[in-house]
């Protein structure tokens, strides 16, 4: 059946809608349910007085009595023909139609008492144009908040991915957005900046081995206790929706395959004493090159190893063994801080002394070579006078001896009187003054030997004669 619809003004349509809508489920409207009915006139309208059955009936119940004016009898609600009839009257009138004011309400009972059908008891023949366009109004409708069904909003932070029947038509970003309605397409949202954390190592026993989850096997065959964690976010929603069927679990096992990897490269000394941060970027670099030949959509961000430690019945030895070693470092730090500090040393005094001795040796060549030009000159004027410069040279070698010796003067011409000398003294004073470098003595050793010394009478100087004096020369 083909139903044609006229133009219908969309504005006009809303508005009629509006009203009709107001007017026909209005519950607090006294004429709800009889807008379509006119005032009886004489009684015109008012159902017919049911006969009685018998004349006792007639006398035990009371008369029926019609009711005045526009009142029903017993004021009860609205019957199922009335709201029908009112239904279709509206419902014409959104549409254009006329409202069909002379049909009466449907008879579901029969034709009240005649067997044709006619007059009051006639049945009811709705509007099939009015029914046919309120049907296309509701489906209208229908298909609206069909597709409204469609929009949707994805959160800060969050991603959508896009499926028709199943096979994946895209992603959405954080904002409002729109699909086919459900069955056609759907999505699902994944939070892709949470960051998701995951603990390996609990300290689960393994049944069959008696060994924790934790235990790692080394490459010198011990056993180590390794506890940490893996943090990660994901970087494709897509990937981490249809490309893996548990995402925490393949982490899981992983995480576990990698740093088995990393410890059975290394001895336990290495695994226990090493840098944690080496470890750390092996086991992250391993995991997601798993990850990423796998396409789970998950990026790796960072391991943390909380704990690494020998198993536990053999903790107290390791312990030992750990302490031993520590003391080894230990003593091992203090030798070389001690060669740290004797050996530049040793190195400074050993350079000061290689000065001196470049100093002395050419202090001595110095000294050499002038005292050999000095001899040069002195023998020139030597072949000029011989026994001035003979007497010249040993004035000065005497005074040159007596400047740095301690000196005696006894008068043997004064008398027998007792001399007291400090032998001791002078005894220091000459061994000091030969260990001297440059071989002059003290003077305040000299000084104080000289105050020590008891004052000796001097006599007065006598004169000699030239003959004393020619003695002293011809030495």
Known sequence: MMIHLPAVNVSKLTQRIKHAALGMFNLNDSKWGREGEKPSQDGADLPPVPPSSSPNDSQDK?????????????????DLDELWRDFNQKLGGIFGGAKDKGRQPPNFGGNNGGGNGNGNGGGFQPDMKSAGK??????????????????????EGQQAVITRFGEIKGTREAGFNWRLPYPIERHETVALTQLRSIEIGRGT??????????SMLTQDENIVDIKFTVQYRLKSAADFLFQNRNPDDAVTKAAESAIREVVGKGAMDTVL????????????????????RYKTGIHVQTVNIQNVQPPEPVQA?????????????????????????????????????KEEADGYKANVIARAEGDAQRFKS?????????????????????????????KVVVDSKQGNNLLY??????????????????????????????????ATPIAPANTTDSRSRDTSRSR
């Open 205 to 214: 026993t393994v049944q069959g081995t008696g060994l924790k989850d934790s």
């Open 317 to 353: 030895a390791f312990d030992d063994a750990l302490k031993a070693g520590q003391d080894r470092d230990r003593l091992k730090n203090e030798g070389q801080a001690y060669a740290n500090d004797v050996v530049p040393r040793a190195k400074g005094t050993a350079a000061r002394l």
């Open 62 to 78: 009371p008369s029926y009595q019609a009711p005045q004016g526009n009142k029903r009898p017993n004021e009860g609600p609205p």
């Open 378 to 406: 002195i023998q020139v004027e030597y072949s000029k006078a011989p026994q001035v410069t003979r007497d010249r040279l040993y004035l000065d070698t005497m005074q040159q001896i007596y400047s740095n010796v301690t």
């Open 273 to 292: 004493n090493k840098d944690r941060e080496s470890i750390q970027r092996d086991v992250l670099a391993s995991i997601q090159a798993q990850m990423d």
């Open 134 to 155: 309120g049907a296309v109004l509701v489906a209208a409708v229908a298909a609206l908040i069909w597709f409204g069904t469609g929009f949707f909003i994805v959160q």
């Open 421 to 454: 000398l400090p032998l001791d003294k002078i005894m220091q004073l000459t061994a000091a003054g030969t260990s001297t470098a440059n071989g002059t003595t003290d003077t305040n050793a000299v000084a104080n030997a000289s105050s020590a010394t008891p």
